[in-house]
Antibody, heavy 119, light 109 residues
Framework: QVQLVQSGAEVKKPGASVKVSCKVS????????MHWVRQAPGKGLEWMGG????????IYAQKFQGRVTMTEDTSTDTAYMELSSLRSEDTAVYYC????????????WGQGTMVTVSS | EIVLTQSPGTLSLSPGERATLSCRAS???????LAWYQQKPGQAPRLLIY???SRATGIPDRFSGSGSGTDFTLTISRLEPEDFAVYYC??????????FGQGTRLEIK
């Protein structure tokens, strides 16, 4: 079965960048459509972007265009999400999630990575 | 851009009762790409329903989804103590490529 294991918590200063990793086991990364979702403290879920198999490319939510980069290392089956120009509003738990069903629904989730942006 | 609006914001019910949660889209959503999730404090979301009405693996049959177009419903037929959580609907496919509703908190009355 698919498991997603994310990197540990991060504390960053405003203006810095953060790179969160998501290691896949049980499948290879090439078999999955990986997405990233974040959740600010006490708030709802926010889709950031992910790989769209129909388009064959990674698509980013407009809100994060220019600030987020999602990459994959197929040699280690690890996905990465890098967010730059961090501000306090980026303080959140960041989740990787995969659409193994290819139904536009995220059936497998990582455990989440807490990113705190504070001066 | 599609916006999903969930109602009510908070639903207070007792174990054994029936829960009906609503998700309304600002534009028509393909039923194939409407999902529901459950989230408990400190946990990642869990997929309950995909394709508007298909239960994900391991989800009890007291959870059911229905709807089409702009109106979708998650029904929990008889609430168990472990069902009290926050529920989110999600669409995929229309601009933005994916989006979540703001959530409904289901609390014990």
């Amino acid at each position: 079965q698919v498991q997603l294991v994310q990197s540990g918590a991060e504390v960053k200063k405003p203006g810095a960048s953060v790179k969160v990793s998501c290691k896949v086991s049980g499948y290879t990364l090439t078999e999955l459509s990986m997405h990233w979702v974040r959740q600010a403290p006490g708030k709802g879920l926010e889709w950031m972007g992910g790989f769209d198999p129909e388009d064959g490319e990674t698509i980013y939510a407009q809100k994060f265009q220019g600030r987020v980069t999602m990459t994959e290392d197929t040699s280690t089956d690890t996905a990465y999400m890098e967010l730059s120009s961090l501000r306090s509003e980026d303080t959140a738990v960041y989740y990787c999630a995969t659409d193994k069903l290819l139904a536009g629904a995220f059936d497998i989730w990582g455990q989440g990575t807490m990113v705190t942006v504070s001066s | 851009e599609i916006v999903l609006t969930q109602s009510p914001g908070t639903l207070s019910l007792s174990p054994g009762e029936r829960a009906t949660l609503s998700c309304r889209a600002s534009q028509s959503v393909s039923s194939s790409y409407l999902a529901w999730y459950q989230q408990k404090p400190g946990q990642a979301p869990r997929l309950l329903i995909y394709g508007a009405s298909s239960r994900a693996t391991g989800i009890p049959d007291r959870f059911s989804g229905s709807g089409s177009g702009t109106d979708f419903t998650l029904t929990i037929s008889r609430l168990e103590p472990e069902d009290f959580a926050v529920y989110y609907c999600q669409q995929y496919g229309s601009s933005p490529r994916s989006a979540f509703g703001q959530g409904t908190r289901l609390e014990i009355k």
